[in-house]
């Protein structure tokens, strides 16, 4: 098939490239020059301001005194985008542009935020808040369909080690300590995830973007009880009638948007499935997953001074799997093994999310009051029967290492609900920004669990007594919580501007109190950014705080195992881990060959008491219930930002790290403690037209920590083979109608054709590992690999 589809690619080639020459005879290609000066409504300049071309890859910053200059490509109808935080977002269409141009634009104060001033290409950041470029999201080469957590994966300081799923870690944190947030609502994740086959669609939808803000470290007093990483999501407010559809062999989805200067209404459809990618898996057999989700979001401003919002979503995710057999060879050259199992029996997953949120906001003068209510539930289900007869073999002799069977049982049923409300207050007074909010949730969890394994090794079952019959495994867990999470933030923003360059200063408070363990918790942070007048490439920023990772369902989750039965009980005691953590960082924007570039690097050192340690297996987290440890995190972050190619960013970041806690008096390597983590993200245009377009995502991250299932993490005295994975996408647009210069279809703007390669070297990558336990007690890890080497074929219309 591979074959088939690589001597197909030279047809296709001329075919559609005869197509590029037709219509780039048509496109009007001449440059236009445009300056101007961004102000307030005082008259004074809003420096920093973000100007960009919609539907083109131009932009720039304006300085420090307001003033900016940028070139583009002329067409019928030209789009200019002004948008800095803090001021409402402006748009000024120019008609058929030509030559040297001068427009001037005035900046209405707004309630958003202005603590991190991130613009677009070679952005500047003030705070620890970094906006990142969404231009290529809809034609990334994706394997989870999840494209905006895979775009925040290939940043500096975060790691994946599964191309399945769409969970990362940041600077040694889980996957449980990342806040993600949609127009300013917390979002929440089932539980009962356990591997990338499972995970389905995220609630993110990547056509309903429009600004991807993300912090590694160091985020202000606003933002919620987690110790790693925020993500915030802002929504887009349709200006017209615009809709996209999308197709590939792992899905589809449909965009279509509506709006004007008062209303806007968008919908998104999704459907996925990774049937096609768990077909290159070793474990072989019928994979029947589908997702589907539809999420709408409604936009109403009957006034200057009123504003609306609500969003619906509605997710359904099945996962159903009957394996048949699979074999997996492993281990050096001199030794190596072949494990193979037969199975019998199936897994029947489903996991259903319903998400809703209200908000109205009132400006009040300088200021704004908006209130916001939103409802979260998960119902979750997860079932198997699945048996397996396996041999374990050298297969440079004739020697049997282990001959056996195993079973596995699960009825674990989960229900989570979470409703909040939350008043929050924004005042602009002179060069400060002051953000107050209030907010309460009230958390309901049910679970009823039931899960064990059996296994048999040459005929006797493991663990082996000589009396009776035992599973080496089995859990017990039917608990409910239902309690109360009071949280207040008070913060302040300070702009200063003098002849020593540009100042921010940003301060705040967190306090909150959950009514389960009676526990407060206070956390203040501050951070500062600092751009000096007399060499404006640089900047440098500082961040500190007191961070705690508030439990949640899963953390409380404390097991008692008596004569080999094992019961979950939650621990009433528990306590928030706790961390103070200090960011240093340095930005220095630069030209090669007259394309900007940026070069930031972040040093960090976060100190950790009162965790909760956890295992990990694949994507599922076991706690152990207890604040038992303490320990560090230190590590740097090097990433380097441009126009390698011009008109077109990639990056490439590399980061170093050190995760070590201390439990039971022993210093050990903490699950996330991965030592290196390289990202890269290039894109590249074929020599001489702009319609071949080629993205690379390349991921080479340490292996972590492990050690045998149902243990202590004492015994992780193994690594992982290191995470390389390699993922290529060529896309060619067949039709560019940006300008509609095409008349019969005034309504089409873009059509492109996509063909992604994933795990190009065709690498092995494990996701976990199986443990062989014969007769002798001795045991083998047998690695679960990841996927191999697939081809995707994608179109994609915009309209």
Known sequence: MNRFLLFLLPFFWG???????????????????????????????????????????????ASVNGTYNLSFSTADSVVVVYSMIGYETRKRVLKNPKGNLT?????????????????????????????????????????????????????????????????????????????????????????????????????????MVEKINFSAGGFEAKYGDKMSSVLDITYAHPERLE????????????????????????????????????????????????????????????????????????????????PADRETKF??????????????????????????????????????????????SNREKETYDIQGQYWLNETNGDEQLGVGSYMEHARNFLYSSVQSVKLAYDLKKGSHLLQTGIGWKHEKVRENSNEWEYRDSSGYSVP???????????????????????????????????SLGILSFNYGLRLSYWGWNKEWLISPRASIGFVPANNDNFTFRLALGLYNQRPFYKELRDTVTIAGNTTVQLNKNIKSQRSFQVVAGMEYKFKIARRPFKF??????????????????????????????????????FKLYGEFVPDADSWISFSLMKANMKLNGRNI???????????????????????????????????????????????????????????????????NNEDRHLRRCKMLRNIWLGLDCFNVFGLDNVSSYYWITDISNHQYAAPNYLTGRMFNARILVEM
């Open 15 to 61: 075919i559609l490239n005869v197509t590029a020459q037709e219509q780039e005879q048509q496109a009007d290609t001449a440059k236009v020059h445009l300056k101007g000066k961004v102000t307030d409504e005082s008259q004074d300049p809003v420096p920093l301001c973000q100007v960009r071309i919609e539907g083109q890859p131009f932009g720039t910053t």
């Open 669 to 735: 390597p903490q699950p996330t403690d991965q030592l290196y983590n390289i990202n890269l993200f290039f894109t590249d245009y074929f020599p001489g037209t702009t319609r071949w377009k080629m993205n690379l995502k390349a991921c080479i991250a340490g292996g972590l920590p492990f050690g045998p299932p149902h243990t202590g993490l004492e015994r992780n005295t193994f690594r992982a083979t290191p995470y390389r994975r390699f993922d290529m996408g060529m896309n060619y647009r067949l039709i």
């Open 464 to 498: 082996h007594t000589g009396s009776d019959l035992q599973v080496i495994y089995n859990m017990r867990s039917k608990n409910t919580i239902d309690a109360s999470h009071l949280e207040l933030y008070a913060q302040d923003t300070w702009r200063k501007e003098s």
């Open 600 to 637: 930031t690097t972040e040093v960090y050192y976060k100190s950790q008491w009162k965790l909760n340690p956890y295992n990990v297996n694949n994507l599922k987290i076991v706690y152990y219930g207890n604040n038992c440890a303490t320990g560090y995190v230190v590590g740097a972050d």
């Open 331 to 376: 281990g050096t050259l001199d030794e190596v093994k072949s494990f193979r199992v037969y199975f019998d029996g199936k897994e029947e997953d489903q996991f259903q999310t319903l998400f809703g949120t209200v908000r109205a906001a009132r400006r009040l003068g300088k200021g704004s009051l908006s209130l916001t209510a939103s409802a979260f």
């Open 103 to 207: 427009l001037n634009i005035v900046m209405r104060e707004s309630g958003k935020e202005m603590a991190e001033v991130t613009v677009a290409e070679t952005r500047r950041q003030l705070g620890s808040m970094q906006e990142l470029n969404k231009t290529e999201l809809k034609r990334l080469p994706s394997t989870s369909g999840n494209a905006v957590e895979e775009l925040v994966a290939t940043q500096a300081g975060v790691s994946t080690h599964n191309e399945l799923s769409s969970q990362y870690n940041v600077r040694g944190g889980s996957f449980d300590e990342n806040c993600v947030y949609i127009n300013g609502v917390e979002i929440y994740r089932p539980m009962l995830i356990n591997s990338g086959q499972q995970e389905g669609l995220s609630v993110i939808n990547s056509d």
């Open 243 to 322: 809709s996209t559809v999308s197709a590939s062999l792992l899905g589809a989805s449909v965009y279509v948007g509506y709006g004007n200067r008062k209303f806007s209404f968008s919908n998104g459809f999704r459907y996925k499935t990774n049937q096609y990618m768990l077909g290159s898996l070793e474990t072989k057999g019928e994979y029947k997953p589908n997702f589907l989700d539809y999420q709408a979001y409604l936009r109403w401003a009957p006034s200057r001074d009123w504003t609306f919002d609500a969003i619906v979503y509605i997710n359904r995710n099945n996962y159903n799997f009957k």
